[in-house]
């Protein structure tokens, strides 16, 4: 009978949590810090969330403009996965707090008042300034091509929910201790 190494369980177990409706992120975040320094064990879970974060990128191309009709449940867990991956690809905290910012400018320009016209011209310069952001720094890309399937459904009326889900992004990448 093969024996099971105690880190393959560790990478089953992250598996089986993803694979959930609503997965435990504390117990994620727990497996993560226990096998840093496992580089056998680092890169099967690499590989695993790269494939997570694939699938989340497909479902976003397939399902346009579905991602305002998913389950706030389904989003925090895309918020998540999504999280993962900008970490172990070193994106620093920073740089997506920058992304978030500029959103938080037109949210408040929404609770100000600001006429609807006014803030789908700002919400359509997002990504512009996001490509910019990128080009400059590649390890930005991947939250590049999330939000770039998202943006072409994003007005003034389901604005909030995106900016929840870029603002659930930036606290599970604190949260799983992405540097700043």
């Known amino acids: 009978m093969k ?8 990478v089953r177990e ?7 409706t ?5 117990r994620v975040a727990d497996i993560l810090n226990d096998i840093r320094g496992e580089r056998r ?7 695993l969330i790269e494939e997570h974060f694939n699938r989340i990128e497909k479902e976003l191309r397939r399902q346009r403009g579905e991602f305002f009709n998913i389950s706030e449940e389904e989003r925090q867990k895309k918020a998540f996965i999504i999280s993962l991956y900008l970490v172990l690809k070193d994106l620093k905290a920073s740089q997506i707090m920058h992304f978030l910012n500029m ?19 700002s919400i359509r310069r997002i990504r512009p300034m996001l490509i910019y952001a990128a080009a400059k720094n590649r ?22 929910d995106f900016y929840y889900f870029i603002q659930a992004i930036v606290a599970y990448h604190k949260f ?3 540097e700043d």
């Not at 024996?3 to 560790?10: F, G, I, M, N």
């Not at 072409?152 to 009326?157: A, S, T």
């Open 139 to 160: 390890k930005i890309e991947p939250l590049l091509r999330i939000v770039d399937r998202i943006l072409p459904f994003l007005n003034d009326k389901n604005f909030e």
């Open 41 to 47: 064990s680092r890169q099967e879970i690499e590989k």
């Open 176 to 178: 799983l201790r992405g």
């Open 22 to 26: 609503s997965p435990d992120f504390v």
């Open 103 to 121: 959103l938080r400018d037109i949210r408040t320009k929404q609770r100000r008042g600001v006429s609807e016209e006014e803030i789908n011209i």
């Open 3 to 10: 024996e099971v190494h105690p880190k393959d369980a560790l």
């Open 14 to 20: 992250i598996s089986s949590e993803l694979g959930k």
